[in-house]
């Protein structure tokens, strides 16, 4: 008995996902950049912002574009994802440099662990997309196993990242819980379309 193949987002809902997740990784980025209340623009800013920029809005769009199915957003879907992961490496760079500059350690938390866990192990699926499974010059472009792989490991790689959205911001607001569920509540409303 053959699979049955998931039908693709209607137009509507695919420009209301999509609006939902750059509406969420610009504005909840930037109020994440400014927390705690009255911290205002600073360096470290620059950190949540390119992460949920890179990761919510970029690789989730592109998980949401490639949902579609074809040719193009075959391709659109590869490099909104790698435009998502070099906007995400700059926000790992601002950290980075943030922890070195007040001599902080690095990787201390479970948020750091798993935005590392997320920013690193996106790479080799990005990679694997662009050499195994890129609709032009793939080299194994029909390998539904590699597919399959490709698709599942990227998913469970953006959940991980979302959920290291929520408890970046914990970090910075404490336990307000309804601010919590405010901010989580976009990803919530898109992962069953992104994520599953």
Request: net charge positive; hydrophobic share 50%; charged share 10%.
């Amino acid at each position: 008995m053959a699979a049955t193949k998931m039908s693709p987002i209607p137009n509507g809902k695919y420009a209301l996902l999509l609006a939902l997740l750059s509406a969420q990784s610009l504005f909840g980025g930037y109020y994440a950049a400014t927390r705690p209340e009255g911290a205002g623009w600073r360096y470290f800013s620059w950190h949540p912002m390119l992460m949920m920029v890179g990761m919510v809005g970029m690789m989730g769009s592109a998980a949401l574009t490639k949902k579609r199915g074809g040719y193009t957003n075959t391709k659109l879907h590869g490099m909104m994802a790698m435009g998502g992961m070099f906007i995400a490496a700059g926000g790992i760079y601002v950290i980075y440099q943030n922890k070195e500059n007040i001599g902080k350690s690095h990787f201390t938390t479970y948020h750091s662990w798993a935005g590392l866990v997320a920013f690193g192990g996106s790479i080799l699926p990005g990679i694997a997309g662009a050499v195994f499974l890129h609709p032009d010059f793939g080299i194994d472009k029909g390998n539904k196993l590699y597919r399959s792989v490709h698709k599942y490991v990227s998913r469970t790689l953006l959940a991980i990242a979302w959920m290291a959205t929520l408890s970046g911001l914990k970090t910075l607001i404490g336990d307000d819980i309804k601010t919590l569920i405010l901010f989580a509540a976009p990803m919530a409303m898109a992962a069953p379309f992104t994520l599953i």
